[in-house]
């Protein structure tokens, strides 16, 4: 379906919502036309009566009796009119209310019934996934072998959450070890500054004893 049709196509779905407003409108103009009406007639007959008393000292019956016609027509035609649309508007809207309302209706259920026909397909893919056993053994079922293939993985992550534990101790104990040599401020740095600082004193009392004359023997 082309862009046009499908315009064309709402607003044929759509002229009965436009309707109302479309009958006021026309009733709007045919007013206008009355009044544009009304204006022309009272011009007509003043200038007929102009011509009369000039011409004809009394009016013609038929002229009058014409315009007397003229205006019955108009206001029997105006009044069936406005009947007419007051009949429309008290009767479509609530027709076309009662279809919308039906097609509602028939969408729900069946969206409904597309729901229900998805859960009977889930549950016979369930039923054939997980029911499904080897010939020889009815017990081996696929619901049995994935309850067994969770419990190996459930041991498999109690294993490594062990092994991560101990990994995490020795991590720890090394840091500690790692702590002795952390910088001039660790451990080790203190004791190699005792180490240097003990060597330093040895040989400066040396360096006494040489000038008080020992001979290192």
Known sequence: MTES????????????????????????????DRTTLQECRTRVLHLIQEINEVFVPVQPPQIVGLMALTDSVGY???????????????????QLHATR???????????????????VVRARAHRALYGHALPGDPRAT????????HAKLKERQRAQDAEMQKLDRQIDEYESMLSLVDGRD???AQVVKDMARVKQETEECRKDLRRLGWTED
Do not use: N, Y
């Open 5 to 32: 049709e499908d315009e064309r196509t709402r607003s044929a779905a759509d002229l009965p919502l436009d309707l109302p407003a479309r009958m006021r409108e026309r009733q709007d103009a045919l007013a206008t």
């Open 76 to 94: 029997q035609a105006h009044a069936a009119l406005e009947e007419k649309l007051i009949d429309a508007l008290a009767v479509i809207p609530p």
């Open 101 to 119: 309302s039906a097609q509602a209706d028939v969408i729900a259920a069946t969206i409904e019934a597309a729901l229900l026909k998805l859960s």
């Open 142 to 149: 696929v619901a049995r072998a994935v309850t067994a293939a």
């Open 186 to 188: 660790g451990s080790f």
